[in-house]
């Protein structure tokens, strides 16, 4: 009786290790900016940045063999003849393999070579991509792997039904996507919408609301724009944002008119105890989760596969989104769609933002890329426009498409298009303000 005893309070301990102890290890790593050699930024960047400084020279072979493989890793799994989606982006992954060729050789048309174009692709955001994902992975587990995620999905099933109209249990998904990747929100997602958990409707808000871009990606977007030193006012108020144009959209068409029948609904959860039960909750996932080894080598295998998958594909249409910005009006087309939303504030740069953001369907990373010698305004701006407009060419639409949720290109692009601009007309004034405090 007293061995048994003793296992379950040894098992508790454990538990209350790795859901309070390795949680926070994650919330430091990504929230708690220390300074070092008189930089102050995220433990994550710093680390990233020694990585970078270790590795010299090597850097740039290293993420020019992880493009090479992410564009061979298609045809090695018959991935590619799954779809004509798999076959476009299969194709686009090749080309992105060339491009990166020419970006380390030095080889290729000189415009290519004009230092916005590949000398910067492939430097500050692919490099630096290449590796954060992986090393931002092993520390997303501290954050995913051990409750804490169960845990603030108990303490926030209130408010997702009125707010969202989506179930309490997609808070999970919502904060997966937000500090794990959309990747893993969208798996998420589908798997319970296939069990009949959730409605059309449902999984389709899940899907183009909350599976944005992760915090690693932030963190690339922010040293991009250069916002590093207000880090965690742009990390919180970009997840605001976000959230605040999902609770918007989903009372829109197209999604509100989208199937609400459900197999299997979720019973009302009582209100009495919350907090109690979020705590258990955290725990019993903490009872579960693998062994810490296990778990960052896993993440680690993860992260290297979404490294080789999304880095070809950022390198060929971030190369061609570059291309058209540069020698093409398309983007300025489309962007006057968006001044109205941008001019309204009066802030200097107005047009330059309406037409950047226009570029965040092809790639959610060219609005930074076009702005990063903007004015701060409209830089801590086109951050947020980077992740809160969620749907983007290059990963995440291919993503939703390969998912059982019926949403269409169309209705995709609709909904970024609503997106974009319910988020300047949030993001400008919040850009605004945050340059006020300064």
């Known amino acids: 009786m007293e061995q048994s005893q003793s296992r379950v309070s040894a098992s508790d301990a454990l538990a209350r290790f790795r859901l309070l102890f390795l949680s926070a290890v994650g919330i430091f790593f990504f929230f708690v900016p220390i300074s070092v050699n008189g930089k102050s930024t995220i433990p994550l960047d710093h680390l990233v940045s020694q990585i970078k400084v270790w590795l010299g020279s090597g850097v740039a072979w290293y993420a020019f063999a992880m493009i090479v493989i992410g564009a061979v890793y298609p045809f090695v799994t018959g991935q590619w003849s799954k779809s004509l989606t798999d076959k476009v982006f299969s194709v686009l992954k090749v080309m992105g393999a060339g491009a990166a060729l020419m970006a380390v050789t030095g080889a290729g048309p000189e415009f290519?070579?004009?230092?916005?174009?590949?000398?910067?692709?492939?430097?500050?955001l692919v490099i630096s991509v290449g590796l954060i994902v992986p090393v931002g992975a092993v520390f997303l587990s501290f954050l995913v792997s051990y409750g804490l995620l169960e845990l603030i999905g108990i303490l926030v099933q209130p408010v997702m039904r009125p707010i969202w109209r989506t179930p309490g249990r997609s808070a999970i998904d919502?904060?997966?996507?937000?500090?794990?990747?959309?990747?893993?929100?969208?798996?998420?997602?589908n798997r319970v919408y296939k069990s009949g958990q959730y409605s059309a409707k449902e999984a389709a808000i899940i899907a183009t609301g909350f599976s944005t871009v992760s915090a690693t990606f932030m963190?690339?977007?922010?040293?991009?724009?250069?916002?590093m030193a207000v880090w965690n006012l742009y990390f919180w108020g970009t997840l605001v944002i976000t959230f605040i144009v999902t609770a918007?959209?989903?009372?829109l068409p197209p999604l509100r008119q989208m199937d609400e029948s459900v197999a299997d609904p979720e019973p009302d959860a009582g209100s009495e105890g919350r907090l109690q039960t979020a705590y258990q909750t955290g725990m019993n996932?903490?009872?579960?989760?693998?062994?810490?080894?296990?778990?960052?080598?896993?993440?680690?295998?993860?992260?290297?596969?979404m490294t080789i998958s999304i880095l070809p594909s950022i390198m060929s249409v971030g190369l061609i989104g570059l291309l058209v910005a540069k020698y093409t009006p398309v983007f300025e087309w489309l962007g006057y769609l968006f001044y109205p939303f941008t001019a309204?504030?009066?802030?200097?740069?107005?047009?330059?933002?309406a037409q950047a953001s226009a570029s965040g369907l092809a790639e959610m990373f060219l609005p930074a890329l076009l702005l990063r010698e903007a004015e701060f305004v409209v830089r801590l701006a086109a951050a947020v426009i980077c992740v809160s407009s969620v749907l983007f060419f290059s990963a995440s639409i291919p993503c939703i498409l390969s998912t059982s949720i019926p949403l269409s290109v169309g209705r995709l692009v609709v909904i970024w298009f609503i997106r974009t601009a319910l988020s300047l007309l949030l993001a400008i004034p919040f850009a605004m303000f945050v340059a006020g405090q300064m």
């Open 112 to 124: 290519l070579h004009s230092k916005d174009m590949l000398p910067f692709l492939f430097e500050k």
């Open 248 to 251: 918007i959209t989903v009372r």
């Open 285 to 305: 996932v903490a009872r579960q989760a693998p062994a810490l080894g296990s778990n960052v080598l896993s993440t680690i295998k993860d992260g290297l596969l």
């Open 344 to 353: 309204v504030w009066g802030i200097e740069g107005a047009k330059e933002l």
């Open 174 to 189: 919502a904060v997966a996507s937000f500090v794990g990747s959309y990747s893993l929100g969208l798996l998420i997602t």
């Open 219 to 227: 963190i690339i977007v922010a040293k991009t724009l250069d916002l």
